[in-house]
């Protein structure tokens, strides 16, 4: 079975610019969450989805993060635009039951320069 | 104050020893997660326990829930073991938050040949 499948690996785009990463979770997990994790630190939730409605976007910057998830499955996480300190990895997890079994995916990392 | 900490942050070993990561939390659990992350970004979930003791080949995490502390270990290390090793609290259900997991800073474990 795949895992949690997320692309790209890696971007560097220039400040302003906007990026998009997008993340396949493994089949039949309701919980997606995308978390974003800022060199020597431990990841940091930035939304989470139940199926496909976000139930917790609290830590979400809302000025230039946004996310989606269409039919519950794939999820995109978008920035635009992006600033440099946005540069971090930025990891996708899914879940089947919440607080169980979570499967994080390999992240992308991004650099804004 | 974190509300998981770890020690030690950084820990460098000869290959063979004997290795001890601690965790320790401030807040009420259901399920506390012991998770690898290596260079590349990817995180690998090793352990979930809410009591006990649990072993997977040469990895063996302990809790101990009235302390609110939990250990990784790992025998006879070696250099692939080399990785970030993190802590994650899952809170209890009902509280608000529940569904997404309070990462330690993580310990960056370094085995020498």
């Known amino acids: 079975e795949a895992g949690v499948v997320q692309s790209p690996r890696y971007k560097i785009i220039e400040k302003k610019q906007p990026v998009a990463f997008w993340c396949n979770p493994i089949?039949?997990?309701?919980?997606l969450y995308w978390y974003r994790q800022n060199l020597g630190q431990g990841p940091e939730l930035l939304i989470r989805?139940?199926?496909?409605?976000?139930?917790?976007d609290s830590q979400l910057p809302k000025d230039r993060f946004s996310a989606e998830r269409l039919k519950g499955v794939d999820s995109t996480l978008k920035i635009q635009p992006a600033e440099l300190g946005d540069s971090a990895v930025y990891l996708c997890?899914?879940?089947?039951?919440?607080?169980?079994?979570?499967?994080f995916g390999s992240g992308t990392r991004l650099t804004v320069v | 104050k974190n509300e998981v900490e770890q020690s030690p942050q950084n820990l460098t070993a000869q290959e063979g020893e004997f290795i001890t990561i601690n965790c320790s939390y401030s807040v009420g659990i259901s399920a506390l997660h012991w998770l690898q992350q290596h260079p590349g970004g990817g995180i690998v979930s090793l352990f979930m326990?809410?009591?006990g003791k649990k072993k997977h080949g040469r990895l063996i995490a302990t809790i101990n829930i009235q302390e609110k502390h939990s250990s990784l270990h790992i025998t006879a290390s070696h250099p692939r073991d080399s990785a970030v090793y993190i802590c994650a609290a899952t809170p209890p259900a009902g509280i608000q938050g529940a569904q997404k997991l309070v990462f330690g800073q993580g310990t960056r474990l370094t085995i020498n040949p």
């Open positions: 089949s039949g997990h309701n919980t």
């Open positions: 326990l809410s009591s």
């Open positions: 997890a899914s879940s089947f039951i919440a607080n169980y079994g979570y499967t």
């Open positions: 989805y139940e199926n496909e409605e976000a139930v917790d």
